[in-house]
């Protein structure tokens, strides 16, 4: 069953004020001609209610409705004629062009336009007067007048929809950029964060489970001395953590980022975090090239050393602990091996996230990066965690 839409209340009030209007003007006896085929006046309200029904499709079926105007108005003109039914002609025009598709909105003007030119010409050619002329203008004014208004309105009122859309899009887009950023900062916190605490933490968790499961006062002392210590070290780089959220630099890096100048305080800081557990830390810093890095370069060979003594705190094997330095005129070379096998005593649970956050922090350079066992010269087995960092080439 075919469903009709309902017409819109302003469209059955300009039906129903175009009816009322021509009526009116039917009863005080206002016509616009006189001697036409149908001169009884009651035969104009034929056509103006034809075009009053009409007027209820000016917005859901425009062109439909101007189809069927155009012979209504046509048939006006064999009566004394209603100046409502021209009227409202007019307005059958211009919602065609408002409201109906964008190829009617295209040809109604350019077809209202050749039609008033074509019949001013042939009224002027046929009689050549005043009178011709101005019925000329009058025809435009009832076709081509509306046409052009609604083309107007419809083109204000795309752009106004355009500006909306492309406004909606900005806001959409910069939304995304928002989230994006706020995701990325979180991530860099969480990375910085994890690298910053955990080694104090496993060094906390491991002393403090040699301390309860050996009952020697010399061991458990030293014990409470390494986790007072590490417990003060923990708190003084949550406190520098809050301060950079508090405050960074416009770089978007720390403003007071660890560099590798700090290496030597961080190894021997690890030396005497894992004696008890039988590691010696070292560093060997063979850069060929001497001289200021990239603060992100700087930053990411840190946590990187940092994580990976971590690591090796918690699972490496009684033995040396090597942190080794290189750098080319393109690349920073970071690596850390340990004695690869079981330990005795106690160990400190991971999980996983150390790697996760050295992945990302070389993938946010371009470096690579690799974490696995290998073999020392002497043929003792090991794990290396290496990377490459970019390094921009000095001119």
């Not at 890095?293 to 918690?314: D, F, G, H, M, W």
């Not at 020392?376 to 000095?394: C, F, N, Q, S, T």
């Amino acid at each position: 069953m075919l469903s009709v839409a309902r017409p819109h209340r302003h469209d059955v009030l300009l039906a129903v004020l175009g009816l009322s209007g021509g009526v009116f003007l039917w009863l005080v006896g206002i016509h616009i001609q006189n001697g036409r085929l149908f001169d009884a006046p009651w035969v104009s309200l034929l056509p103006l209610a034809a075009m009053s029904a009409l007027e209820l499709l000016r917005r859901g079926a425009p062109c439909t409705a101007l189809a069927l105007g155009t012979p209504a108005l046509v048939a006006d003109q064999l009566t004394v004629g209603s100046l409502a039914t021209l009227l409202m002609y007019t307005d059958l025009v211009y919602a065609a062009v408002l409201y109906g598709s964008p190829t009617a909105s295209r040809r109604i003007p350019v077809i209202t336009l050749l039609v008033t030119v074509a019949a001013t010409t042939g009224l002027v050619a046929w009689v050549p007067s005043a009178d011709a002329l101005l019925i000329g203008i009058v025809i435009g004014m009832v076709l081509f007048g509306p046409a052009l208004t609604g083309a107007s309105v419809r083109n204000h009122r795309d752009a106004a929809e355009a500006a909306r859309l492309r406004a909606d899009q900005t806001a959409l887009l910069a939304e995304m950029d928002r989230v994006q950023a706020v995701t990325a900062e979180r991530s860099r916190m969480a990375r910085e964060l994890h690298d910053m605490v955990a080694n104090h933490l496993s060094a906390i968790a491991i002393h403090s489970t040699a301390a309860l499961s050996i009952d020697d006062p010399g061991t458990s002392r030293d014990a409470l001395g390494v986790i007072r210590q590490n417990s003060v070290d923990g708190l003084t780089e949550m406190r520098r953590l809050i301060g950079l959220l508090r405050d960074s630099d416009t770089s978007g890096e720390p403003s007071a980022a660890p560099t590798l100048g700090s290496l030597d305080a961080l190894v021997e800081q690890a030396g005497a975090n894992s004696a008890s557990s039988g590691l010696t830390v070292t560093l060997d810093d063979g850069r060929e090239e001497p001289g200021p890095l990239p603060a992100p370069v700087e930053l990411a060979a840190y946590r990187i050393v940092q994580e990976s003594l971590t690591n090796a705190l918690k699972h490496a094997a009684p033995g040396p602990v090597t942190v080794r330095l290189g750098r080319s005129r393109s690349a920073l070379t970071v690596e850390v091996s340990s004695v690869f096998g079981d330990r005795p005593g106690p160990r400190a649970p991971g999980s996983g996230a150390g790697l996760v956050g050295m992945r990302e922090r070389v993938a946010l350079l371009g470096g690579t990066i690799g974490a696995g066992p290998g073999l020392r010269g002497d043929g003792e087995k090991i794990w290396v965690v290496r990377a490459e960092l970019p390094v921009e080439e000095r001119t």
